[in-house]
């Protein structure tokens, strides 16, 4: 089975920081590409930050651009998203997921609707 075990999560002061960890089973992790995603009760699941297979190529979105980066360890099975200059509006549950492009491996994508395998979430808590 395909297992996503996301970490880090927690509660933290604004301005601070956190590294968020996907953990990846059951799959060739180095032809996935990945992406994270986030969820305030009552709204629908956003987009965040993605990466190609190779960890050649990311995207964010401008809510968090210049304050999270998205990388992977392909060795490691293991991708992370570090965030800083955490703000209280990035309070959400993270989920992690993983997609297998069907024809070019250096593809990456933010629209959550073709990812293949998800994670449970990690609560992050942006609060003084």
């Known amino acids: 089975d395909v297992q996503l075990q996301a970490s880090g999560g927690g509660l933290v002061q604004p301005g601070g920081s956190l590294r968020l960890s996907c953990a990846a089973s059951?799959?060739?992790?180095?032809?996935?590409?990945l992406g994270w995603f986030r969820q305030v009760p009552g709204k629908g699941r956003e987009g965040v930050s993605c990466?190609?297979?190779?960890?050649?190529?990311?995207y964010a979105e401008d809510s968090v651009k210049g304050r999270f980066t998205l990388s992977r360890d392909n060795a490691k099975n293991t991708a992370y998203l570090q965030m800083n200059s955490l703000k209280p509006e990035d309070t959400a549950v993270y989920y992690c997921a993983a997609y297998k492009p069907k024809y070019d491996q250096s593809a990456y994508s933010i629209d959550p609707s073709i990812y293949d395998f998800w994670g449970q979430g990690t609560l992050v808590t942006v609060s003084s």
């Open positions: 990466i190609s297979a190779s960890g050649r190529s990311t």
């Open positions: 059951g799959l060739a992790f180095g032809d996935y590409a």
